[in-house]
């Protein structure tokens, strides 16, 4: 993707930035993907500015991984390509119009977080956040919605979604922060243009995007109307930088690291310095009211994306905990047993809820449906709340290897590896059991474990995030009643 052109004759300065135009690809190679990374965008890693993403050695494993995005269209493409009267497209940007197209989604969603083990890949949470605003903006900013959806499609873009600010003092407003820049703001407008100033943090894929969806991460209040504010921008506009975190930066071997040598995610702190936005690309200016609504309206889909794209990494623990018993010889073990029920019943509650919350998709404004949000925060808590535990029976079962075990060079050292072969042979040989430990190590305890640790707590919102919406979308209307029908049949005897 291309930076944002400034007009030809105005200095560069006070150019008004303007959407780009280029010819249309509705479906981009992996390769295409990649090379459209090369562009001017500003990012610092480990306190350096990197020059051309694309190539740089450290993010290749992200953009490798991301690559799964694009190249699902090639492999699967009855699951990844859509169909509309200009031809095929990516369906992670098929606007949900039935509940069949939620399952389908979900689907879709799994299939490439399989490939992506366990964890999203790209196009994911921006086709939320797309499917956030096209239900819930209003006026004019629904109208640049679906032009922005139809951009989209027709360039098959990737997009990062900016929607948590810094926050400062978490007891406080936005209008109430010390520093008014600790969530995202308008600080000027023109005829043609916003100008937004402050700073997102978690914002994963901003680095090899092409474009950043920035949404309100809250409901607002009177007083707030500069925070108020959602937009979309090629990462390369002049005045955002993004500063990535260095987690899991250090080169992995697959003997020690099965996973984490061969996929990651990149995240930023994602700052906007005075960025001057085209008004084509405002989705909500102003509308406090509407803040919250969009905020809510892309978790409705976040969370779906969420807990489908953890049926494979459930999948990975209740698979590594079967193997890893069977290969330390404790499989027929009555307290394996029960900890391997316990390990499904977890998983496949998750898995029903997935299921159920397409199953029961509610129709949204202008017939975008919507997952239930009952059924969705129910899968998202009961997965967040559950896997540290799963975590740890998982652990419970390789034994203590997973922290103390040999690596990759020691493995590759014949001498060493005799050794190896000989003492670590449990009831299967040593090469399956340490290689079923190591996954283990790397899903759980590991800085890719670890990484999923916070992931699982925090990521697509806290548990106590889940907890309200759980509340707030529960209909108390039938057991109420039921209750109210009890205590009027005892009255009356
Ligand atoms: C790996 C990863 C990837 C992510 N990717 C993205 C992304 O792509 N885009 C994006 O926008 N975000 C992303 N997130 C952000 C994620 O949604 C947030 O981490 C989550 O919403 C929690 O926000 P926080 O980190 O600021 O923590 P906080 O909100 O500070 O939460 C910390 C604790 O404070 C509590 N708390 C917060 N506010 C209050 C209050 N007012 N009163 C009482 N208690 C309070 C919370 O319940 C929690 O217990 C990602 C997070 C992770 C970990």
Request: charged residues 25%; glycine residues 8%.
């Amino acid at each position: 993707m291309t930076a944002l052109d400034t007009t030809a004759d105005a200095p560069a300065d006070t150019a008004v930035p303007s959407v780009p135009s280029e010819p249309t690809v509705r479906l981009r190679t992996a390769e295409e993907y990649r090379a459209g990374l090369r562009d001017g965008r500003k990012v610092v890693y480990q306190g350096r500015y990197i020059d051309d993403v694309s190539t740089f050695p450290e993010f290749d494993t992200a953009i490798e991984h991301s690559a799964h995005a694009y190249r699902i269209a090639q492999d699967e493409p009855e699951l990844a390509v859509a169909h509309d009267d200009r031809g095929a497209y990516s369906a992670f940007y098929r606007v949900p119009r039935s509940p069949e197209d939620l399952v389908a989604r979900g689907r879709l969603i799994e299939s490439v977080c399989r490939r992506g083990a366990g964890t999203i890949v790209l196009k994911e949470v921006g086709s939320d956040a797309v499917f956030g605003i096209l239900r819930a903006a209003q006026g004019q900013g629904r109208v640049n919605a679906e032009a922005y959806w139809r951009h989209v499609v027709d360039h098959d873009v990737a997009l990062a979604v900016a929607q948590s600010d810094v926050k400062g003092d978490r007891s406080k407003g936005p209008a109430g922060q010390a520093d008014p820049d600790l969530y995202v703001r308008v600080v000027a407008e023109d005829a043609e243009s916003i100008t937004v100033r402050g700073a997102k943090v978690h914002t994963s894929f901003s680095a090899n995007a092409d474009e950043l969806v920035v949404i309100p991460t809250r409901a607002m209040n009177p007083g707030d109307e500069a925070y108020a504010v959602a937009f979309a921008i090629p990462v390369d506009t002049p005045g955002v930088t993004l500063y990535v975190s260095p987690y899991l930066d250090a080169p992995r071997n697959g003997f020690e690291h099965p996973i984490s040598s061969r996929h990651k995610m990149l995240e930023s702190l994602t700052v906007f310095d005075d960025v001057r936005v085209p008004k084509s690309r405002v989705f909500l200016h102003g509308d406090v009211e509407a803040a919250g609504r969009i905020a809510l309206a892309f978790v409705d889909y976040h969370r779906f994306t969420a807990v489908n794209y953890k049926l494979p990494l459930l999948d990975a623990l209740v698979g590594a905990a079967s193997l890893v018993a069977e290969a330390n010889g404790i499989s027929r073990a009555a307290h394996v047993r029960a900890k391997m029920t316990e390990l499904i019943t977890y998983a496949e509650t998750v898995r029903g809820f997935a299921d159920l919350s397409a199953l029961r998709a509610v129709e949204g404004e202008g017939g975008v449906w919507l997952p239930d949000p009952l059924s969705t925060n129910m899968a998202k808590y009961h997965f967040a709340h559950g896997f540290h535990e799963a975590a740890r029976t998982v652990i419970d079962l390789a034994g203590g290897l997973v922290a103390t075990g040999p690596g990759g060079a020691d493995w590759a050292n014949p001498e060493v590896r005799a050794v190896l072969e000989k003492y670590f042979v449990g009831a299967v040989p040593a090469e399956e059991r340490l290689r079923a430990i190591h996954l283990v190590g790397d899903l759980t305890s590991g800085a890719w474990g670890g990484y999923q640790s916070v992931l699982a707590t925090h990521a697509e919102g806290s548990l106590e995030a889940e907890r309200m919406q759980i509340l707030r979308s529960f209909d108390w209307s039938r057991p109420r009643a039921y209750a109210q029908e009890l205590i009027d049949l005892g009255a009356r005897a």
